[in-house]
């Protein structure tokens, strides 16, 4: 089996300003990477992605960017799906998933946002950690939505 996924939704604003509101750090930050983002979405670079309500950064190493179109990075697994008992984000365990995110122009100035993720390994800590990256990956799309159409920062409080 492999395990993978794909989550889309539509936004009611542009492609452009869709996507400009996920590479851009200081925008991506306000929704999603609430500890902080520490650099633009650009092919080739690695940034680091924080978020308040758990411990530690995550490094991005971001393989593709096609303006308005495309975005395709890569990010340690994390079999363990949870944060340790210490409190820091889990050990990675030795490979990387690949997330695929494609902005899509639609009629009246909408945009189909489809976000995929793949390349866990096919055992249990993989099948966990896959559905709470769904998990996470359903609730930044909800709040890209919520953030780019009304300002709304839904993560704001959300957890502790």
């Not at 490979?95 to 995929?116: A, H, K, N, Q």
Request: some cysteine.
């Amino acid at each position: 089996m492999t395990l993978s996924f794909k989550i889309a939704g539509r936004i009611d604003r542009p492609v452009s300003e869709v996507f400009e509101a996920v590479v851009n750090p200081d925008t991506l930050s306000n929704y999603f990477t609430t500890g902080g983002s520490d650099g633009r979405l650009e092919p080739g670079v690695t940034v680091n992605w924080a978020f308040a309500e758990f411990p530690g950064s995550f490094p991005v190493k971001i393989d593709r960017v096609e303006k308005d179109s495309l975005i395709v990075l890569r990010w340690a697994a994390q079999e363990s799906g949870e944060v340790s008992s210490t409190g820091e984000a889990p050990e990675p365990v030795g490979y990387d998933t690949t997330v695929t995110m494609t902005f899509e122009p639609l009629d009246g100035d909408r945009t189909l946002v489809t976000i995929s993720e793949e390349g866990w390994r096919d055992n249990a800590g993989g099948l966990e950690a896959s559905y709470g990256n769904c998990e996470g990956w359903t609730q930044m799309l909800c709040c890209l939505k919520a953030f780019v159409e009304h300002g709304i920062n839904l993560r704001q409080g959300f957890y502790k």
